[in-house]
């Protein structure tokens, strides 16, 4: 089992930052994408970013240049900063994790989440 527990959500002006923080413990050393997803009031829940276990990233088009995620493998820890944040990223922000089961599927994991607020 892998826990993902989450920190760094508050509320921000527009046009301000935060910096989210999520770290994984538990059997952590086979994980492999590590990333965080949102879900706003009304909508589904829907793809930030995502890192791969080698660094590779991956944006939702609505973030890019925006945000950053990064991770540290050591310390099984994955970031989200994100600057010039707008009132459409209000939002509670889900941490996610995968590592192979070793039958060719995934076990999928997430943290409880944390609100994020933009304020106009």
């Known amino acids: 089992q892998v826990q993902l527990v989450e920190s760094g959500g508050g509320l921000v002006q527009a046009g301000g930052s935060l910096r989210l923080s999520c770290a994984a413990s538990?059997?952590?050393?086979?994980?492999?994408?590590m990333g965080w997803y949102r879900q706003a009031p009304g909508k589904q829940r829907e793809l930030v970013a995502t890192v791969g276990s080698g660094g590779s990233t991956n944006y939702a088009d609505s973030v890019k240049g925006r945000f950053t995620i990064s991770r540290d493998n050591a310390s099984k820890t994955v970031y989200l900063q994100m600057n010039s944040l707008k009132p459409e990223d209000t939002a509670v922000y889900y941490c996610?994790?995968?590592?192979?089961?070793?039958?060719?599927?995934?076990?999928?994991?997430w943290g409880q989440g944390t609100q994020v607020t933009v304020s106009s």
């Open positions: 996610n994790a995968d590592r192979p089961t070793g039958w060719g599927t995934m076990y999928n994991y």
């Open positions: 538990g059997t952590t050393f086979n994980i492999n994408t």
